[in-house]
């Protein structure tokens, strides 16, 4: 029984031992591509069923084989130009066993990766590398063994394309469906790309003259950097790098010396170009595509903006206009008319019963009454928003509605006593079943958002629950002698 009652997409996880964490998990990249809880259950039983050992792209120890991996090939990457260039063979046993120790990751690496499952776009059906033996997979297979081989050091270098892939699947293996998270992600792979652009510029500053046993012109003679430290070398050769790449040529003073010179400042120079043009791209990429609600917003109170200067309206009245939007929309624009016709009807429903609910359990009339007939009230709730010292109605005037203080302050004021009513109170319901004359002038004391149920749409509702309506009818003729909130 209690297996029974654990949660479905995980039943088979739990139950098949150590095999559960190449199993699919579920989230939302995994609801996304099934499309139910079920069918993520059904893909466990399905790979298990197949008899075939396969990582599945939504497993946990995907997610985590990922983020290793990013972490390993970032350090390969800062440590084998700096090898390269100012260690000069004398690496030490530590680096030297995290160079054996990476580059047998990398060969398992590319072994496992013969068995990381994949979910074709035309397919939600999982399928294994090696199910999908073309002649061009087996040649690309070769191009990627062959390229993390050992032969020279600087082939070492070509898994930057590893870091650009593992990046794009950090995205999808760490749940992240999230605007402002997707914005982290993808600003610390820009600045990790223009720091690795750096770091090699500057290792090849110092890496050049040091292949042509450093000529009397060179600039590491110049700034006398012979028997320097590491450190010193490194920063001396990425500040030069740097100044290269900005061209502002502060701290490179002197012309290029040589042929061999002149090509590494231009690389420099070109490379710079290059990192200012991606920058540049991605900040507008980035500035255009995020926060769309505010920048919605702005532009709605531009063309507001333009329409009253058209009316030549009076200040005092703009003033007023601004501050109602403000206090309307909060800074950013949402369609919620169309949202929540969008949305399905429970959806809709839900989302009201979140926001309303309460407010219409305070009213009597509505107490105890049957949950589909409080769902469909809720569905005819209208959101206004009145400012401080707006007029809600005037004495006698016709009533159309009844409204609930969700924030806020009014005072309500009758021939005989003024009453103030907050949150969660309510005013207005002896109109809603009779359409009579306003008792009070209701005035807002501060901003209030208000939530108001019409007198026409509440009887489109009733007309489909008659006992009920017999019930308000009953209440509202007791309740015409003895109004207590209007």
Same mark, same amino acid.
């Given at each position: ?11 088979? +996880? ?5 095999? $559960? ?21 059904? =893909?466990?039983? &399905? ?15 995907? /997610?985590? !084989? ?18 390269? +260039? ?7 046993? $530590? ?34 590398? /090696? @199910?999908?033996?073309?002649? $061009?997979?087996?040649?690309? &297979?070769?191009?990627?063994? %062959? ?10 270098? %070509? ?20 605007? !402002? ?15 690795? %652009? ?22 590491? &003679? ?27 040529? !502060? ?9 061999? =010179? ?7 120079? %070109? ?24 920048? +919605? ?9 333009? !329409? ?33 016709? /969008? ?53 006698? +005037? ?7 203080? =969700? ?7 009758? @021939? ?6 907050? @949150?969660? @109170? ?9 359409? $009579? ?5 209701? &005035? ?43």
């Amino acid at each position: 029984m209690e297996n029974s009652q654990a949660p479905v997409g995980r039943r088979t +996880a739990s139950t098949c031992g150590w095999r $559960g964490v190449f199993l699919p998990q579920l989230n939302r990249q995994s609801l996304s591509v099934y499309g139910s809880e079920i069918a993520v259950e059904k =893909e466990c039983i &399905r790979q298990l069923q197949s008899g075939v050992w396969v990582i599945h792209p939504f497993s946990p120890i995907r /997610s985590y !084989y990922i983020m290793c991996m990013v972490a390993i090939t970032f350090l390969n990457l800062i440590g084998i130009p700096m090898e390269i +260039a100012f260690l000069d063979g004398y690496s030490g046993v $530590g680096w030297e066993g995290f160079n054996v120790f990476s580059d047998t990751l990398f060969l398992m690496d590319v072994a496992l990766n013969f068995r990381m499952g994949i979910i074709s776009e035309d397919s939600e059906e999982l399928q294994s590398h /090696s @199910d999908t033996s073309t002649s $061009g997979s087996k040649a690309s &297979r070769m191009v990627r063994i %062959l390229m993390f081989v050992r032969i020279i050091s600087l082939v070492r270098l %070509l898994r930057v394309s590893r870091l650009v892939r593992f990046f794009n699947e950090v995205e999808k293996v760490s749940n992240a469906n999230l605007e !402002y998270v997707q914005l982290f992600f993808r600003i610390l792979s820009l600045f990790m790309m223009m720091f690795l %652009l750096c770091h090699w510029n500057g290792c090849i500053q110092y890496f050049v003259p040091m292949l042509e046993e450093f000529p009397s012109d060179c600039w590491v &003679r110049r700034e006398k950097l012979m028997n320097a430290t590491v450190g010193e070398k490194y920063s001396f050769g990425v500040f030069r790098a740097l100044s290269h790449m900005i061209q502002i040529s !502060y701290g490179s003073t002197e012309s290029p010396t040589n042929e061999v =010179e002149l090509w590494v400042v231009m690389t420099s120079m %070109l490379s710079g170009a290059l990192m200012y043009t991606v920058l540049v791209a991605n900040a507008a990429a980035i500035i255009t595509n995020v926060d769309q609600a505010a920048k +919605a917003y702005k532009n709605k109170m531009n063309h507001l903006d333009d !329409y009253m200067t058209f009316l030549k309206l009076p200040n005092d009245l703009r003033l007023r206009i601004n501050k109602y939007y403000g206090a309307r929309y909060g800074g950013r624009w949402f369609d919620e008319k169309n949202f929540l016709i /969008s949305v399905s009807s429970a959806l809709r429903e839900e989302i009201l019963t979140v926001m309303c609910s309460s407010l219409l359990n305070n009213v009597p009339m509505f107490q105890n009454r049957d949950v589909n007939f409080l769902n469909t009230v809720l569905l005819q709730f209208q959101h206004e928003v009145f400012q401080e010292d707006d007029v809600i109605f005037h004495q006698n +005037a016709p009533g159309d509605r009844m409204f609930f203080i =969700e924030h806020g302050q009014v005072l309500v004021e009758t @021939d005989s006593f003024p009453q103030e009513l907050a @949150d969660g @109170d309510y005013f207005g319901e002896t109109c809603l079943m009779t359409k $009579g004359k306003r008792l009070a002038t209701v &005035r807002a004391l501060t901003t209030c958002q208000l939530f108001s149920l019409s007198s026409d749409r509440f009887q489109r509702v009733l007309q489909s629950f008659p006992d009920i309506r017999r019930d308000m009818e009953k209440y509202a003729q007791q309740d015409k002698e003895d109004v207590i909130h209007l």
